[in-house]
């Protein structure tokens, strides 16, 4: 890895008609097919995150829009397997940090879980690729050589006084989640960046990025049992008008998404007979 240098902030542009491309492939498969084809995708994100954990895959990114599942599929796998650290009330061998970071606050967090056998996650960190010091720090944590050296080239009083050192070896797994499309970035800067990432790791793009895919995964996932916990003595019933609900009013959800699912569904269980109406308050825009 290469010294980190001053860091500057990168604007984020999206190639409008890579995604109209998109669109028109999306268009030409069934139902099924993408059913399929996104269940597959998932299946490896669960084996691919066992691999990490284990240590035969150092790094990865998953890409995907928010609140399909891919965060709580990889927190899944991580926290079954330390689970008997927990038992033992040791501290867990995996983090996942959520939202902003600076880049000394990253070079911290790495250096905190730099040993083998430990996992880093980076969920909805996006603004770690929009600034270069905290993005040559990433590169160093996803680079692919048998050794991964990182290293804070200026004086820090900050992690003077934390005891970490200015170079250390980053020995642990490291996984990336980001709601950004790699490929639909059209800032050259960035997609130079972004292509330098990819190039140092395990790349799953999730491919769910038409209204029609989302709706679809999310008939999956609830046809998968994910109202089961709320015990509707209904459920099939419950299940159908909650389908119905999010196909009609999709374009005015504030989030189409499994969080919004869930969302109705606790309305729907606590308001049986006018949660409609509820959710059109609180999880729908104005027209």
Same mark, same amino acid.
């Given at each position: 890895?290469?010294?980190? #240098?001053? %860091?500057?902030?990168? !604007? /984020? &542009?999206? @190639?409008?008609?890579?995604? +109209?491309?998109? *669109?028109?492939?999306?268009?030409?498969?069934?139902?099924?097919?993408?059913?399929?084809?996104?269940?597959?995708?998932?299946?490896?994100?669960?084996?691919?995150?066992?691999?990490?954990?284990?240590?035969?895959?150092?790094?990865?990114?998953?890409?995907?829009?928010?609140?399909?599942?891919? #965060?709580? %599929?990889?927190?899944? !796998? /991580? &926290?079954? @397997?330390?689970?008997?650290? +927990?038992?033992? *009330?040791?501290?867990?061998?995996?983090?996942?940090?959520?939202?902003?970071?600076?880049?000394?606050?990253?070079?911290?967090?790495?250096?905190?879980?730099?040993?083998?056998?430990?996992?880093?996650?980076?969920?909805?960190?996006?603004?770690?690729?929009?600034?270069?010091?905290?993005?040559?720090?990433?590169?160093?944590?996803?680079?692919?050589?048998?050794?991964?050296?990182?290293?804070?080239?200026?004086?820090?009083?900050?992690?003077?006084?934390?005891?970490?050192?200015?170079?250390?070896?980053?020995?642990?797994?490291?996984?990336?989640?980001?709601?950004?499309?790699?490929?639909?970035?059209?800032?050259?800067?960035?997609?130079?960046?972004?292509?330098?990432?990819?190039?140092?790791?395990?790349?799953?793009?999730?491919?769910?990025?038409?209204?029609?895919?989302?709706?679809?995964?999310?008939?999956?996932?609830?046809?998968?049992?994910?109202?089961?916990?709320?015990?509707?003595?209904?459920?099939?019933?419950?299940?159908?008008?909650?389908?119905?609900?999010?196909?009609?009013?999709?374009?005015?959800?504030?989030?189409?998404?499994?969080?919004?699912?869930?969302?109705?569904?606790?309305?729907?269980?606590?308001?049986?007979?006018?949660?409609?109406?509820?959710?059109?308050?609180?999880?729908?825009?104005?027209?």
């Amino acid at each position: 890895m290469k010294n980190p #240098s001053k %860091g500057t902030s990168t !604007v /984020l &542009e999206f @190639d409008t008609d890579a995604i +109209k491309r998109r *669109e028109q492939e999306v268009a030409l498969e069934s139902d099924e097919d993408i059913i399929n084809r996104l269940r597959e995708r998932f299946d490896i994100l669960t084996d691919m995150t066992k691999a990490v954990k284990e240590g035969s895959v150092r790094a990865m990114i998953v890409s995907g829009p928010p609140g399909v599942g891919k #965060s709580y %599929g990889v927190e899944a !796998v /991580l &926290e079954k @397997d330390d689970l008997f650290n +927990k038992l033992a *009330e040791r501290k867990p061998k995996y983090e996942i940090v959520k939202g902003a970071m600076s880049s000394i606050g990253l070079y911290a967090k790495l250096y905190e879980f730099s040993k083998a056998g430990n996992v880093v996650v980076f969920d909805d960190c996006d603004s770690i690729l929009m600034e270069d010091l905290s993005l040559n720090i990433l590169k160093g944590a996803l680079d692919s050589s048998s050794r991964r050296f990182i290293i804070w080239n200026t004086d820090s009083r900050i992690l003077r006084a934390e005891g970490i050192p200015d170079r250390f070896e980053f020995c642990a797994g490291a996984i990336f989640i980001t709601n950004i499309k790699f490929e639909h970035v059209r800032s050259k800067k960035l997609k130079d960046h972004l292509d330098a990432l990819e190039s140092r790791c395990h790349y799953i793009d999730l491919q769910m990025d038409t209204t029609r895919e989302k709706i679809l995964r999310i008939k999956q996932i609830i046809n998968d049992g994910m109202l089961e916990k709320y015990e509707f003595s209904q459920p099939d019933l419950v299940r159908d008008e909650l389908v119905e609900f999010v196909e009609v009013n999709q374009d005015r959800l504030r989030e189409l998404s499994l969080r919004m699912v869930l969302k109705l569904a606790d309305l729907r269980k606590s308001f049986p007979t006018n949660w409609q109406a509820m959710a059109k308050t609180t999880c729908m825009r104005r027209s």
